[in-house]
């Protein structure tokens, strides 16, 4: 079993900065990805960006340039740095745990709100 606690939302205006924590504790697999998605009011959830353990990072292309996925191997925790932020970035934010690298995610965060205003 993986646990994760994410931390770090908020209320922010448009073009401001965030940034979200996630610390994964139990039964941590050596070779695994850990990531950020999120989801909006009516919307399906959707995959923000994801770090492998060797560092390997991934990002949505509405992303791109703005967020920065990092990890700290040694504490298990995962933190995405969100700038120049946009109403349409409003949303639940969940951090994710997959065992390995195969598809999908084995656990979720309990997630954080993060809301811009206009």
């Known amino acids: 079993q993986v646990q994760l606690v994410e931390s770090g939302g908020g209320l922010v205006q448009a073009g401001g900065s965030l940034r979200l924590s996630c610390a994964a504790s139990?039964?941590?697999?050596?070779?695994?990805?850990m990531g950020w998605y999120r989801q909006a009011p009516g919307k399906q959830r959707e995959v923000v960006a994801a770090?492998?353990?060797?560092?390997?990072?991934n990002y949505a292309d509405f992303v791109k340039g703005r967020f920065t996925i990092s990890r700290d191997g040694a504490r298990n925790t995962v933190s995405l740095q969100m700038n120049s932020l946009k109403p349409e970035d409003t949303a639940v934010y969940y951090c994710?745990?997959?065992?390995?690298?195969?598809?999908?995610?084995?656990?979720w965060g309990q997630g954080t709100q993060v809301t811009v205003s206009s």
């Open positions: 139990g039964t941590i697999f050596s070779i695994n990805r």
């Open positions: 770090i492998s353990s060797g560092g390997i990072t």
């Open positions: 994710s745990y997959t065992l390995g690298s195969r598809l999908g995610v084995d656990y």
